[in-house]
């Protein structure tokens, strides 16, 4: 079955630092990977679409500054939490749609990583 | 715009009881996809069913079983003969053909299965 991963799983880091998420497929190629945000007891909210060479659609009320996408590769996206605060303390989690998949297609998930900002 | 509504928060049940979980979507589009996503404690989420709009057939897969009624916007889910393994939060999603593929989740129903 597809598999993505995310890098690192867990990551405590103090107020003003930038925090680096990888998301990977291991062994499919993604065209688009999208990037989901979870508060304890929530849902998932859909943060951004990342298209793989081009610039990421942000969903209305998400700052593109604060959340730098890159999608570099077609294995591979990132987000880059800048200057995190402990408000961004959360679990993001990375879905990535395979490179023939159809609309609709199901997204294959990432495990998650969980951001702690003290 | 769509939108996925799970009314129930919080269920708890003794194992081997069945038990369903509610789901009921809007949306515009003629051609749209619903889906179940269990989340177990570990966070990871787990696919479960994928159903697109012209496929109201109803789906049993083991102690799993699924009914989609396009009259009353509905995709409800029944979990027979529960077991403790099933404790998890389970997701409702839409996605429309015309949005990339981008998925709309409900608010998660959080089933907890006492042995």
């Known amino acids: 079955g597809a598999v993505v991963s995310q890098h690192p799983s867990r990551v405590i880091c103090k107020s003003g630092t930038s925090v680096k998420i990888e998301c990977r497929s291991l062994?499919?190629?993604?065209?688009?990977m999208f990037w989901y945000r979870q508060f304890p007891k929530k849902s998932l909210m859909l943060m951004a679409t990342?298209?793989?060479?081009?610039?990421?659609?942000?969903e209305q009320g998400v700052e593109k500054d604060k959340f730098l996408i890159n999608h570099a590769s077609l294995t591979l996206s990132t987000l880059t939490v800048t200057s995190a605060h402990p408000e961004d303390s959360s679990f993001y989690i990375c879905?990535?749609?395979?490179?023939?998949?159809?609309?609709?297609?199901?997204?294959?998930f990432g495990p998650g990583t969980r951001l702690t900002v003290l | 715009a769509q939108k996925v509504t799970q009314a129930q928060t919080e269920i708890s049940v003794v194992e081997k009881e069945d038990v369903t979980l509610d789901c009921v979507y809007e949306t515009r589009d003629t051609t749209y996809y619903l889906f179940w996503y269990k989340q177990p404690p570990s966070g990871e989420l787990v696919f479960l069913i994928r159903r697109n709009s012209f496929d109201e057939q109803n789906e049993i897969s083991g102690r799993y079983s699924w009914n989609f009624q396009k009259s009353t916007s509905s995709f409800n889910f029944t979990i027979t003969a529960s077991q403790v393994v099933d404790s998890a939060v389970y997701f409702c999603?839409?996605?429309?053909?015309?949005?990339?593929?981008?998925?709309?989740f409900g608010k998660g129903i959080t089933l907890s299965v006492r042995p």
């Open positions: 999603a839409l996605s429309e053909a015309g949005a990339n593929s981008k998925l709309t």
């Open positions: 062994d499919f190629q993604a065209t688009t």
């Open positions: 879905s990535a749609s395979p490179i023939l998949a159809g609309v609709g297609d199901e997204q294959f």
């Open positions: 990342s298209n793989e060479g081009s610039k990421a659609t942000y």
